[in-house]
């Protein structure tokens, strides 16, 4: 079964001859960045090789969080929580946005220990968020059958619908003057002097003195053919939908056996609490031994397997000509076919820890690839190495939530506006300079 189906963002038909920073790809990231670098007076123009936001960016979980995130990741979050507050407003425009809360349940001590450590990381941030006692836990979910020692609630945390919220940025972005390019690959960079100075797009050249990469998945190809190594593989995560159901949890919550979000819709979002495939690929290999600490740490959570995939991406060229059709025209959109085992097993684990599951009915399932980092961290960076690129990419299943406040570090990169957070975690030049790349929150 395809994709979900994505509010429909219509491409502009002319194509600008100069802008000041051309946007590379169309989903939240790149969308987020447009608004923010149109907002404050440049020209822009986002060019999106298939849809806005038909890849990762409409087939995430939907979750808006900043609890259990990477403490690298606090407070760039803490921003994204306050941009989300006030973002159907400033786009005008409906993003599914509201501050529901989200649950991480504790099967036993160590976890619940675990959890309430984690949580240190908020002090100073005036979030509301505590841990709930196993008495608590039952309270508030009196009709649940789980068997929990308690669980972080963080009431500060939220929801929105990602089938709405990149589409409702990439209008906005427009409405401020951004031109928006879909079904317009960007083939790759012009450069004079070796600072960039356009773009080559399937459909023409565009001029302009700086670049943003938000390709997602994609990155690493784009930036191989320009000589730049990014060690970027793909996870992929599986989900299903119910039709409305009454009685369900309005929180967002995780478990070790499933992870759920109420839908605006009444229905809600399943999947896996922690198991995601990964496909066997030659980057597999490419990047094996930056990828290894990252693969011992979280082994269990992912199912290897080796299929198709590995031959339809050895076919890909990871060279090619600014005057020939690039990869990026011959696959517009990674649409993955979904394990229906590990959303089956989900919703079963659903049922016994709520019972009133049982009457959910499955209207679709999706799959996406995630595209993740050795350290699960992304890169959100100017590249020394081409003066005017910048890389906004790797954010390892947690570009949904922090998608706004990193369009608005770029933005802050790109005009040379002091950062809104520190960015010392997201350099470029971490994975070659011989820094500790340490996974710590997990893909």
Known sequence: MPGPYVVPVHGDAELPKQVDVVVIGGGIIGTSTALELAERGLKVALCEKGGIGHEQSSRNWGWVRISRRDPREVPLMAEALRIWADL??????????????????????????????????????????????????????????????????????????????????????????????????????????????????????????????????????????????????????????????????????????????????????????????????????????????????????????????????????????????????????????????LTTVALANLKKAFPVFEKAEIAQRWAGMIDVTPDAVPVIDAVAAIPGLHVATGFSGHGFGIGPAAGKLMADIVTGREPVVERTAFRFSRFSDGSKIELISGF
């Open 88 to 341: 159907d407003r400033r786009t005008g425009r409906d993003t599914g946005y509201k501050r529901a809360g989200i649950v991480f349940t504790c099967a036993d001590q160590k976890e619940y220990d675990d959890h309430e450590r984690w949580n240190r990381n908020l002090e100073g941030y005036q979030l509301e968020t505590r841990m709930l006692s196993r008495a608590e836990f039952k309270a508030k979910y009196p009709d649940s059958n789980m068997n929990v020692e308690g669980a972080l609630y963080t009431a500060a945390d939220g929801r929105a619908e990602p089938q709405k919220a990149a589409p409702a940025i990439a209008e906005a972005a427009r409405d401020k003057g951004a031109h928006i390019l879909t079904e317009c690959a960007v083939r790759g960079l012009q450069l004079s002097g070796g600072a960039v100075s356009g773009v080559v797009t399937e459909r023409g050249e565009i001029a302009c003195s700086a670049v943003v990469l938000a390709g997602g998945a994609w990155s690493s190809l784009f930036l191989g053919n320009n000589g730049l190594d990014l060690p970027q593989l793909k996870v992929m995560n599986s989900v299903l939908r119910t039709k409305p159901l009454e009685g369900g949890p309005e929180e967002a919550m995780w478990s070790s056996g499933f992870a759920i979000r109420k839908r605006q819709d009444g229905g809600y979002t399943i999947a896996s609490g922690h198991e995601n495939i990964v496909d066997i690929v030659p980057a597999s290999f490419r990047y094996a031994t930056k990828f290894l600490p990252a693969l011992v740490k979280e082994w269990r959570s992912l199912k290897f397997r080796v299929g198709s995939r590995f031959f339809d991406e050895a076919r890909i060229p990871r060279r090619w000509a600014l005057d020939e059709a690039s990869p990026f025209e011959y696959h517009r959109v990674l649409d993955p076919v979904p394990s229906k085992k």
